[in-house]
């Protein structure tokens, strides 16, 4: 993760933000941690368990860690990721 950070920037989506351990790593101008049960402070959202609450494209990058193995619906929830993702960047 560390090698690849250098090349994040922009708006940036933290998956599973947790305590945004991450956040140091990254260059990201915009860092949005989205934790998927309310209650951790450090999260500026939650998913509920359907939708991400954010715009179609709206981010460059979405780090997924260590959160899949908590979700429901893993398929949907990467759905989600990849729809909020600016279009074009992975190809």
């Known amino acids: 993760m560390a090698a690849l ?3 994040i920037n922009g708006w940036m989506l933290g998956e599973g933000c947790v305590s945004k351990s991450y956040l140091s790593l990254f260059l990201a101008s915009e860092y949005i941690g ?3 049960s309310s209650g951790n402070p450090n999260a500026d959202c939650y998913y509920d368990g359907t939708h991400f609450p954010f715009q179609d494209g709206e981010f460059d990058s979405v780090l ?3 959160v899949l ?3 429901f619906n ?3 929830f990467l759905s989600e990721g990849n729809l909020v ?3 074009g960047l992975c190809s």
């Open 5 to 7: 950070a250098p090349h």
């Open 34 to 36: 989205m934790e998927i």
């Open 64 to 66: 997924t860690s260590e």
């Open 69 to 71: 193995e908590h979700v």
């Open 74 to 76: 893993p398929d949907i």
């Open 85 to 87: 993702l600016k279009a």
